[in-house]
């Protein structure tokens, strides 16, 4: 079964640094989605990408965070600058098209901010 | 994106049918229902997803009134290894309403035991 692959597993940082979490869609899905859940806490939308730009962002996801995919393949989350309330695990999310399909998430990297 | 209500646990032994309940009184017409299981320190993993009446899949079945204000996930003979938090989402037909972003409640945390 087709999977989205994520890198790093895990990400210790320190403080103010910046951060980038990559992702490996699924071949042939055209929409594209980073998660977050804070430990103990439910999942949080961050932003949506399709056709090469953001459709939709959330609250959270602020001027210290962006998103590409530089090379066709790669999506990447990009933190400028992270502080400690960026500890998190997050995960990518890829569909094959229209709104009536299956979001296939990623493992998910835990980004640690010390 | 209409809001959700789910149990905040349930508990079940082996081989008993589990079945959650949603509520989500404010579902559009253009909204569809996708029921996600989530394991410690995982990505959401998709079980099953409807509009209306019945679905069936090898892992579960999900359930919509006429009046789809509701959906019960119904999950056969459980085993220790559907120990997870399950989570019911809502979700629009309508690509540009939300790009395929889900809302994640805190979903239902069931856990099953010998």
């Known amino acids: 079964e087709p999977e989205v692959t994520q890198t790093p597993s895990h990400q210790v940082t320190q403080m103010g640094q910046e951060v980038i979490l990559r992702c490996v869609p699924i071949?042939?899905?055209?929409?594209f989605y980073w998660y977050r859940q804070i430990l103990g806490q439910k999942v949080e939308f961050l932003v949506s990408?399709?056709?090469?730009?953001?459709?939709?962002k959330s609250e959270i996801f602020d001027d210290q965070f962006s998103v590409e995919r530089p090379d066709g393949s790669n999506f990447t989350l990009k933190i400028r600058s992270t502080k400690l309330e960026d500890s998190a695990m997050y995960f990518c999310?890829?569909?094959?098209?229209?709104?009536?399909?299956?979001?296939?998430f990623g493992p998910g990297t835990r980004l640690t901010v010390l | 994106l209409a809001k959700t209500t789910q149990p905040i646990s349930m508990d079940s032994y082996e081989g008993q049918e589990v079945n959650i309940t949603c509520s989500h009184n404010?579902?559009?017409?253009?909204?569809?229902i996708t029921w996600y299981q989530q394991f410690p320190s995982q990505g959401p993993r998709f079980i099953i997803q409807?509009?209306?009446t019945k679905v069936t899949n090898e892992v579960a079945s999900l359930f919509i009134p006429a009046d789809r204000k509701s959906s019960t996930l119904s999950l056969p003979r459980v085993s220790l290894s559907d120990t997870a938090v399950y989570y019911c989402?809502?979700?629009?037909?309508?690509?540009?309403?939300?790009?395929?972003?889900?809302?994640f409640g805190a979903g239902t945390q069931v856990v099953v035991t010998p």
């Open positions: 999310a890829t569909k094959a098209g229209g709104s009536y399909n299956e979001q296939f």
């Open positions: 071949s042939n899905h055209l929409y």
């Open positions: 990408f399709y056709n090469n730009e953001i459709s939709e």
């Open positions: 404010n579902i559009a017409t253009n909204d569809y």
């Open positions: 409807g509009y209306k």
């Open positions: 989402l809502v979700g629009s037909i309508i690509l540009t309403d939300s790009w395929g972003k889900f809302q």
